[in-house]
């Protein structure tokens, strides 16, 4: 166990690193974060889970902020994105408090999203960079980017992720360039992670057990993720879409591949 001070110091540099890796694909970090706490932080469950969110909330706003400065917005994605995870990520940090406070139920089911994900990444072909006829056309219509988006949100709230961290490379394997998915992904992560934490907060004053956020944490992984992130972002147009899916992918995989040896033992 780290010791006094160390632990935010530790948290920090993690966060930073892991940050700038993940945010040119919309990714917040939060999906690489969660071992991390769990195995190096001895962030205790279902704590985890909120003090994920809180990361989120403090990190992404640094690689949004690059992204509105490229002239990237997120536009009509983003808002459809917000529509379902808003909700969805609500659902999920109830199911997370009531359904999956044990940890060993908590390691098959973050197994079981991230395995078949980081396999979708690593397989995916390469992204088509031809611009869609208006400007906003989805391959995909908006109903049903919305209950994708609300059954991703309701995951990432279980996970503290926020949603984001799913739907982004999901849009990416399927041939979505980084620079349309991420900002909008970010966006969302950053509002279904504010819904989240406050959820949480207030489950907290009715459940026994460490449900609220870990707040020194969060806010050290926070701080090095805002950084990060800023950092990634403004490094996403000097890298390959493939290699971002390849990193991620492979990323993804060797964490869900632990959880699950977890969730057995």
């Not at 690689?63 to 995870?85: E, F, K, N, P």
């Not at 979505?176 to 998915?181: F, I, L, N």
């Not at 490094?235 to 995989?253: A, H, K």
């Amino acid at each position: 166990m780290l010791g006094p001070g160390w632990l935010e110091v530790v948290a920090f540099a993690a966060a930073l690193v892991i940050a700038a890796v993940s945010a040119p694909a919309g990714v917040s970090g939060a999906v690489l974060l969660l071992p991390f706490q769990v195995s190096v932080l001895g962030t205790p469950s279902p704590a985890v889970t909120p003090t994920n969110l809180l990361y989120n909330v403090v990190a992404t706003p640094g690689a949004l902020y690059r992204y509105w400065r490229q002239g990237q917005t997120g536009g009509i994605l983003a808002a459809v994105l917000v529509a379902g995870t808003l909700p969805g990520v609500v659902a999920g940090s109830l199911i997370r408090v009531r359904l999956l406070p044990e940890p060993r139920v908590f390691d098959l089911v973050v197994a079981s999203v991230l395995l078949p994900l980081g396999c979708w990444l690593s397989v995916a072909r390469r992204a088509r960079h031809e611009p869609a006829r208006d400007g906003h056309s989805f391959d995909l219509s908006c109903p049903v980017l919305v209950l994708i988006a609300a059954v991703v949100g309701c995951v990432g709230g279980i996970y503290g992720i926020g949603g984001g961290s799913i739907i982004a490379p999901i849009l990416i394997g399927a041939g979505r360039p980084a620079a349309q998915v991420a900002p909008a992904a970010l966006a969302s992560t950053l509002v279904t992670s504010v819904a989240g934490v406050v959820t949480f907060s207030i489950l907290s004053a009715q459940t026994h057990g460490s449900v609220a956020p870990d707040w020194p944490t969060g806010i050290a992984l926070g701080v090095g993720g805002l950084l990060g992130s800023y950092l990634g972002a403004r490094l996403q147009s000097r890298l390959p879409d493939l290699l971002i899916r390849r990193v991620l992918g492979v990323l993804e995989i060797a964490i869900a591949i632990r959880f699950l040896i977890a969730g057995l033992v």
